[in-house]
T-cell receptor, first 113, second 112 residues
Framework: AAGVIQSPRHLIKEKRETATLKCYPI?????VYWYQQGPGQDPQFLIS???????DKGSIPDRFSAQQFSDYHSELNMSSLELGDSALYFC????????????FGDGTRLSIL | RKEVEQDPGPFNVPEGATVAFNCTYS??????FFWYRQDCRKEPKLLMS???SGNEDGRFTAQLNRASQYISLLIRDSKLSDSATYLC?????????????FGGGTRVLVKP
């Protein structure tokens, strides 16, 4: 079965650079969620989109923005990168039709030098 | 206080033994509950949903106690491959849709 696809798998950037992470949800899933997981931490919710509109916002820094496109894929844009942004970034998707659990992508490992 | 709390462990478990651990949640409006498993540097993977009546999936048994606001996971006949971090996940459905809150995870190490 098709899963959530994230790209790139790994990304290395320097401080003050920008980065864009992409997420392609499971087909027919209408909601996308972004999480940040630092070393030894549990996943922290950043932001979610339902039907291309922002539906909820968590601990997303002002330097980050995200959007969901007409094909339901989502992009997380990160600017003025800091060392503390080094983390695993997961995207998850679900269908709002029920309380079914979210399915996660493999994640993007972002390293800031 | 965190909305979802777990004993971080690690729980050191002899192979073949039984291990159980709990997760408490503070928001009584929480509607659905899940256990996810996460291996090092990998994505969280759904292990099982947790139903009010309790449910079993092979060697794994999950229980929900709404009155005391906790869920539990029991693993029987532990295998080496059960070594992982087990994340308790609580879902609350609001106007903005579903919102998952993760516990900090319980680390389980199964040893020969």
């Amino acid at each position: 079965a098709a899963g959530v696809i994230q790209s790139p798998r790994h990304l290395i950037k320097e401080k003050r650079e920008t980065a864009t992470l992409k997420c392609y949800p499971i087909p027919r899933h209408d909601t996308v969620y972004w999480y940040q997981q630092g070393p030894g931490q549990d996943p922290q919710f950043l932001i979610s989109f339902y039907e291309k509109m922002q539906s909820d916002k968590g601990s997303i820094p002002d330097r980050f923005s995200a959007q969901q496109f007409s094909d339901y894929h989502s992009e997380l844009n990160m600017s003025s990168l800091e060392l503390g942004d080094s983390a695993l970034y997961f995207c998850a998707s679900s269908s709002q039709a029920s309380n079914q659990p979210q399915h996660f992508g493999d994640g993007t490992r972002l390293s800031i030098l | 206080r965190k909305e979802v709390e777990q004993d971080p462990g690690p729980f050191n478990v002899p192979e073949g033994a039984t291990v159980a651990f709990n997760c408490t949640y503070s928001n009584s409006a929480s509607q659905s509950f899940f256990w996810y498993r996460q291996d090092c540097r990998k994505e969280p993977k759904l292990l099982m949903s947790v139903y009010s009546s309790g449910n079993e999936d092979g060697r794994f048994t999950a229980q929900l106690n709404r009155a005391s606001q906790y869920i539990s996971l029991l693993i029987r006949d532990s295998k080496l491959s059960d070594s992982a971090t087990y994340l308790c996940v609580v879902n609350r459905r609001g106007a903005a849709g579903n919102k998952l809150t993760f516990g900090g995870g319980t680390r389980v190490l199964v040893k020969p």
